[in-house]
Structures are given as C-alpha cells and as structure tokens.
C-alpha cells in the first residue's frame, strides 16, 4: 500500500525558509510522478512543483518558479520541497501527492493522475 507522509511545516516570517518533506513507501512503478499541491483556506487546491523519479525532471508553478526546488533522495524515497523567499500568499496546507506516471508539462498537476496522497503539513507565513 502506497503511504505518503509529509512533514517540515511550520510558521514563518515573510522572507524565510522551510523544506517540506514527503517520505513515500508501498510503490512498485518504476516511474513515479511525485507532486506537491497547497490548498489555502477558501481557495482550490493547486500544484505547486513536481519531479519524475526515475528521470529527475521537474516541473514548477509560475508561483515557485525561482522560490522553490524540489528534489528527491531515492535511497530514502524522499521528496523534498525547499521554499526559500516566503510569502503570506504561500501560507497553505502542502499536500505530496504520487502517481504511477512521467510527469509531463500537461499532466504535472492534474489532481486526477495521482492515485496516493498525504494527509498534508500546515505552513503559515506572517508579514
């Protein structure tokens, strides 16, 4: 059974820094799109950065773009997700999400692909 557990959040001042983790375990596809998504209170849920793990692509947001990396250790089958550059609009719940695909520049972050997600980790950031 696929788990996703994600943690690292935590409350910050505008400007600062978090990496979020997501340990991911139970999967067997040898192609794996691990995504992460946020949802801020009253808002949809919106990707924010993805990577494939057998190839390392990875795909970002326009709001991540230049703030946010996400990287993987597959030893561990970690993803992580550093956030440098914080801003209130960031505060949100950040969910890992895992799907048996290649992310691609169409399907990164259709919520739809992704069979497996985390129960998410709450980063709050005050200006």
């Known amino acids: 059974q696929v788990q996703l557990v994600e943690s690292g959040g935590d409350s910050v001042q505008a400007g600062g820094s978090l990496r979020l983790s997501c340990a991911a375990s139970?999967?067997?596809?040898?192609?794996?799109?691990i995504a992460w998504f946020r949802q801020a209170p009253g808002k949809e849920r919106e990707g924010v950065a993805a990577?494939?793990?057998?190839?390392?692509?990875?795909y970002y947001a326009d709001s991540a773009k230049g703030r946010f990396t996400i990287s993987q250790e597959n030893v561990k089958n970690t993803v992580f997700l550093q956030m440098n550059g914080l801003k209130p609009e960031d505060t949100a719940l950040y969910f890992c999400?895992?799907?048996?695909?290649?992310?691609?520049?169409?399907?990164?972050?259709?919520?739809?692909?992704?069979?497996?997600w985390g129960q998410g980790t709450q980063v709050t950031v005050s200006s």
């Open positions: 139970g999967y067997t596809w040898s192609s794996t799109c």
């Open positions: 999400a895992a799907g048996g695909f290649r992310c691609g520049s169409r399907n990164r972050f259709l919520e739809g692909n992704f069979g497996h």
């Open positions: 990577i494939t793990s057998d190839t390392g692509i990875t």
